[in-house]
Structures are given as C-alpha cells and as structure tokens.
C-alpha cells in the first residue's frame, strides 16, 4: 500500500515536469524522428538528418505521383535505402527494440505512412500524444488531440506546408477506397457521383475482345440505392476534365497576369496596408470579447446575472470572437493571394500555360472534386479558382476605386 502510494506520486511527478518541457516546444522523445537529429548542442532541439533529408523528400514526392505506401516502401528497398531503424543503427544510435526479430529491418509500408502523416517534417512538434494511463500499466494509449502539446515553427521544416496537407487530403480520400470494389484510378477519391456522393469507380468492359473503362457511382454498381445510371467511358471523360481544367486555368492566368500589373502600382501597398489595418481591429475586437468573457463569472460570483445568463453569454462571446477569427482568416488569405504570384507556383505543371496530360500530380494539386450528373453535366471544383475569385473581385475594386480616385483629382 504505501510502497504504490510512493510510486503513484513519483509518477504523477515526472508527468508534470514531462509538461512544463513540453510546453516550452522541447523535443523530449529519446530518439529524433527519421530525417532528423538531436542537435549536438541541445538534445531538446532537431536539426536536419542531411544524410536522408532526400529520402523524406522523395516519399512525399511519391505519394503526390500516386504511389501507395507499399510500392514507395518496395522502391526504397530495391535501391538500397536503409529504413529508418538501419539508419538509426547506421548512425551510432543504440537502439534496441525489435532489432532481435530481423537481421536487417525493411521499409515497410506503416513505416512510410507513419513518415507521411508526421507534422514534424513541417516543422510542427506533436508531443504527449500517448500516455501510460499510469505507471503500472506500460500499454501505450492514444490520448485525446486537445491534450497534445503542439508547438508550431519548433524547428527547420523539410517538406512545404501545402505539399503536406496535399497528401493529407490524399490518404484520407485513399483509406476511404475500399480495396475489393474500387481499383485506384488517377481520379480516385476526387471523381464524384453527383446524385449520392459516393465515389465513381473504374468498371472493365470486355467488348468483342477489346477492353473498354468506364466510371460509375459506386452505389449504383453496388447496391442500386442511387439512380444515377451514368456511365462514362475514362478516355472521353479524362479528355474533358483536362479540357475544362485548362480552360479555367487561363481564365486564372489572365486575371493573374492583371494582379501583377496591378501588385507593381503604389495604391496597391496602400490596399495591403488597409487590410492590415482591419485585422488588427479584429484582433482588438477579439480581445474586447475576451475580456467581456472572462468578466462573466465575475458578474456570476457577485450574482449579477444567473447561471443560464453565464452560459449564454458565455456562448455569445464565444460565438462572436470565432466569427472574428474566421474573418481574420479571411483577410490573412487576400493578402497573400493578391501579394504572391501564384503563377509561377504552378508554371512547372503547366508549361506554355496548359496542362498537356492529365496526371495524378496535376489532379490532386489541381482539382478538389469532380461531381458526374449525368453525361451533359459535369462540374469540378479547382484547387485555383478561390484564388481567381478574390483576385477578381480585388481588380475590379480597384478599377471602381481608381476611377473615383481620378475624378477627384479632376475637381
Ligand atoms: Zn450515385
């Protein structure tokens, strides 16, 4: 009894000086994750592995091509590449588990998806993400993502943020795909039905010896809950998906093109500025809520309201400070789409200004979702075409604005 009571504290102990760490963006793990190391002069800090930073880099790169987990696992075996625990041995790290088992320790797939779904390669630290529930029992268990201990910007990233959350979007549409009913075709996860929802898939049609691909609702095929009996031969449709995508995208060149011309004007600093201005009235906004906020149990304590006016004032605030966020949000985007030139961005998928092939990379950087209606009705949803909107409506509020400007310098 008392020898459990002892130990029980000891636990708890450890745990919270375990926090305090954490919550100052120390890495604490005894091992650095594949592709970096424990700087020499801080072992609470990573820098960069340089001798595999290629290797982390490639596995994104990869998956964007649409290789699965498996085939990127066998590639990096049949080229020799060390997987992460031989690496750790090759570099002098004492690490002992599971070595026992294997002589030399493949790339398996769970070791590349557990690459692509870490943050740390952004430069994101998730620690306390598992916990012994105590010190008795040693099983490893998931705790709840609000108690994790985040800490953004806590060293040098390897991989870009956007090409991350890419194949973020990418491996949840793909775990969605049940692998006996749906092969994974280049629109896979992104094809829609337009009646269900429910993905299309990839149906063989075997015609007087030759082989024929169409698309169709997966529901339909299955289990004729939606009516949607559309199908779709791939080769007519994959033409004009890449039709209307290049179509869009010099809709967005075009208006690019304009915001440049624009971006190079004195009135445009002016415009940033002005944005600038309204997200700190936000923010100033939110902490006035904040403020109110907190104020409330206050006014609970000394019974100057109730308990149901506490929380639905509570709310209120809450409600009004997310709303302000959003807007935020949404003043932080404008400013970076009409100061950055996306353009350039994308001109290495489409050289000349259009998109010659339609590949999985161009899909899943380029379209959000397709939704098939029917044979006469398709719409897509382009990755660029927010970007587009807000440059339009810019342009054309700079056109109203100049015009104004010009007449009163006319008075
Ligand atoms: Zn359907």
Same mark, same amino acid.
């Given at each position: 009894m008392i020898n459990d009571a002892y130990c029980n504290d000891i636990s708890v102990k450890t745990r919270?000086?375990?926090?305090?760490?954490?919550?100052?963006?120390?890495?604490?793990?005894a091992y650095a994750p594949?592709?970096?190391?424990?700087?020499?002069?801080?072992?609470?800090?990573?820098?960069?592995?340089?001798?595999?930073?290629?290797?982390?880099s490639d596995i994104f790169n990869w998956k964007l091509a649409g290789m699965s987990a498996l085939r990127i696992a066998e590639r990096l075996n049949s080229l020799g590449i060390a997987s992460p625990m031989e690496h750790k041995r090759e570099i002098g790290?004492?690490?002992?588990? !599971?070595?026992?088992?294997?002589?030399?320790?493949?790339?398996? !797939?769970?070791?590349?998806?557990?690459?692509?779904?870490?943050?740390?390669?952004?430069?994101?630290?998730?620690?306390?993400?598992?916990?012994?529930?105590?010190y008795k029992i040693k099983v490893r268990t998931e705790k709840p993502k609000d108690e994790w201990i985040v800490t953004e910007n806590s060293h040098e990233p390897i991989i870009d943020e956007k090409l991350f959350y890419i194949i973020q979007n990418l491996m949840?549409?793909?775990?969605r795909v049940s692998p006996k009913n749906e092969s994974l075709h280049i629109l896979s996860g992104i094809l829609k039905c337009g009646k269900c929802g429910c993905n299309m898939t990839r149906k063989k049609v075997v015609s007087s010896g030759r082989e024929f691909y169409y698309y169709v609702c997966s529901d339909n095929k299955n289990r004729k809950n939606c009516d949607n009996s559309v199908t779709i031969s791939v080769k007519k449709f994959e033409k004009a998906i890449l039709e209307m995508l290049n179509i869009s995208f010099l809709q967005f060149t075009e208006v690019q093109r304009v915001m440049k011309t624009i971006s190079s004007l004195p009135f445009h600093n002016t415009q940033i500025n002005r944005l600038n201005k309204e997200i700190d009235k936000n923010i100033?906004?939110?902490?006035?809520?904040?403020?109110y906020s907190l104020g409330l149990y206050e006014d609970l304590k000394s019974h100057l309201i109730n308990e149901k006016d506490y929380k639905s004032l509570k709310q209120m605030y809450s409600d009004r400070i997310d709303g302000l966020n959003l807007k935020i949000e949404k003043l932080k985007r404008e400013i970076d789409v009409i100061s950055s030139d996306r353009y350039s961005e994308y001109a290495k998928y489409a050289e000349k200004g259009r998109f010659e092939k339609l590949t999985r990379e161009v899909i899943v950087t380029f379209i959000d979702r397709i939704f098939v209606f029917g044979k006469e009705r398709i719409e897509a949803d382009f990755?660029?075409?927010?970007?587009?909107?807000?440059?339009?409506?810019?342009?054309?509020?700079?056109?109203?604005?100049?015009?104004?400007?010009?007449?009163?310098?006319?008075?």
């Open positions: 919270s000086s375990l926090d305090i760490k954490c919550r100052n963006g120390n890495f604490l793990s594949y592709g970096y190391l424990k700087s020499p002069d801080n072992k609470n800090k990573l820098i960069i592995d340089e001798s595999v930073k290629e290797t982390v790290i004492d690490y002992k588990s !599971a070595q026992k088992t294997h002589f030399t320790a493949l790339w398996s !797939a769970k070791a590349v998806t557990r690459i692509l779904r870490n943050k740390v390669y952004i430069g994101v630290l998730e620690q306390h993400k598992t916990t012994t529930p105590n949840n549409e793909d775990t100033e906004q939110i902490e006035i809520n904040k403020k990755k660029f075409q927010s970007d587009y909107e807000i440059m339009r409506n810019y342009i054309n509020n700079v056109a109203k604005n100049s015009v104004f400007l010009s007449e009163k310098e006319a008075e």
